[in-house]
């Protein structure tokens, strides 16, 4: 919507400045076409009226030269007019002169020369006189210009919005498919233009995509099937073999370790799968998991993994902790954060804290740098001293599981000593 209103305010303004910037040009060229225009008719009838003048006079010099909007003026050997002596050099023609009057302001003239019979005519023409009317012409050109700028705008806003309904309303009905479910033609409802080609190609699109998903539905369905079943064999076998009469303990305990294996490698395809389908499942008939059950369920069956390193793990429930989500992604999250502390802590502690809406997973490893917290999250990113081992995929899952769920994963290093600190906030 935001960048629909965007694309719609461009057109708006590139219409109106259009409008606005084309009638301005108009009238800036109206006035020059008008001044220039103006300026030679004044400038031939000048001439012509000077020359006219020198002619009368010459005829019959007792007669006036002048008029009420002319002034005129003639010299000659015997007759001398009112008239500047500083115009007495100047050549014939038409001439810009700007004086003084009486009132004090400077006034514009046009003066005609005709030097002839011996006779020097003058006349001058008080272009003063007309500024009014310029002015006149210049304000009803700007208000013009402002009339076809505002005129531009609105029919810039009646365009858009004429032009951008197709589009709105492809957005509109590609928005429904999210409240049906399922996606149908959009192409027979447009026209066959840009928008109903946009619309055609949205088809293509949305057929390849829905093939692709059904191909990965398909595909994560049938390798769950096939997951699911020698591990369920693996889980009866071993709960076969643990009740016989002559088992031993050491074998008891082997048996117990590739119980709690096959069921974590349950639960992990459960999250996976999950995760492929992007689907969020909460425990059957409303039930809530209690995270302190799981956490001690992971510590258990994590650890195997100290093999016989200097190194103590404990939990911690100061209150009880229960979330909407099922114990195989909780215990998913949980394996990977505890399974990283027992792995990069060579000796010390590693600690798990239940409480206060979240779990926190506490090691006296190497720690980690405040810039590197978020980056681990990230697949194929490994933490310092991994010793190369693992693909970084992790840490990436638990984040990916906790987005899911609405829950809030991070990392820090401990600020009382060595070490890291990893939680989740439900």
């Known amino acids: ?75 000659s050997d015997r007759t001398l007019y009112n008239m500047p002596l500083s115009w007495q050099a100047l050549d014939s023609g038409v001439h810009d002169i700007y004086e003084t009057g009486t009132d004090g302001t400077t006034h514009h003239y046009k003066l005609a020369v005709r030097k002839k019979y011996g006779l020097i005519g003058f006349i001058r023409y008080d272009v003063t006189r007309d500024e009014l009317g310029k002015q006149q012409l210049l304000f009803s050109v700007i208000g013009a210009v402002f009339l076809f700028g505002l005129l531009s705008l609105v029919l810039g806003m009646w365009l858009s919005r004429k032009v951008l309904k197709p589009v709105s309303d492809l ?36 057929a390849r995509l829905t093939a692709m998903v059904e191909r990965d539905r398909e595909f994560n369905s049938d390798v769950s099937h096939e997951l699911r079943t020698p591990l369920a064999v693996i889980a009866s076998t071993t709960e076969l073999l643990q009740g016989s009469p002559d088992l031993t303990e050491k074998l008891s305990e082997r048996l117990k370790r590739i119980e709690r294996a096959s069921r974590q490698a349950t639960e992990l395809i459960e999250a996976l799968l999950l995760l492929s389908r992007a689907e969020r499942r909460g425990p059957t008939r409303g039930e809530t998991t209690e995270v302190g059950k799981v956490a001690a369920d992971v510590i258990e069956s994590q650890r195997p993994q100290m093999r016989g390193k200097p190194l103590s793990i404990e939990l911690a429930v100061s209150e009880p902790v229960n979330v909407n989500a099922p114990a195989s992604v909780l215990s998913v999250a949980l394996t990977n954060l505890v399974g990283n502390a027992i792995k990069y802590t060579l000796e010390g502690s590693v600690r798990v804290e239940v409480g206060d809406g979240r779990i926190e997973v506490i090691d006296t490893g190497p720690g980690i740098k405040p810039e590197d917290a978020e980056r681990l999250f990230q697949r194929g990113v490994r933490g310092e001293g991994a010793g190369g081992s693992g693909a970084g995929l992790g840490l990436a899952i638990v984040r990916r599981l906790c987005e899911l769920y609405g829950w809030d994963v991070s990392m820090r290093p401990r600020a009382d000593a060595n070490g890291a600190i990893a939680s989740i906030k439900f």
């Not at 109206?30 to 004044?42: F, G």
């Not at 999210?178 to 192409?187: D, N, Q, T």
Request: hydrophobic share 45%; glycine share 4%; no cysteine.
């Open 1 to 75: 919507m935001q960048s629909r209103r965007k694309l719609r305010f461009r057109l708006i303004v590139s219409f109106a400045l259009f409008g606005f910037g084309l009638s301005a040009l108009f009238a800036v060229a109206a006035l020059n076409i008008r001044a220039k225009v103006e300026s030679q008719l004044v400038t031939a009838s000048l001439q012509q009226d000077v020359d006219q003048a020198v002619e009368k006079v010459h005829k019959d010099p007792t007669k006036p030269a002048g008029s009420d909007l002319i002034e005129a003026w003639m010299r």
């Open 171 to 206: 957005a509109n009905r590609l928005r429904d498919f999210r409240k049906v479910g399922k996606a149908e033609p959009l192409a027979p409802h447009f026209a066959d233009d840009e928008v109903g080609e946009l619309a055609h190609a949205l088809d293509e699109y949305s």
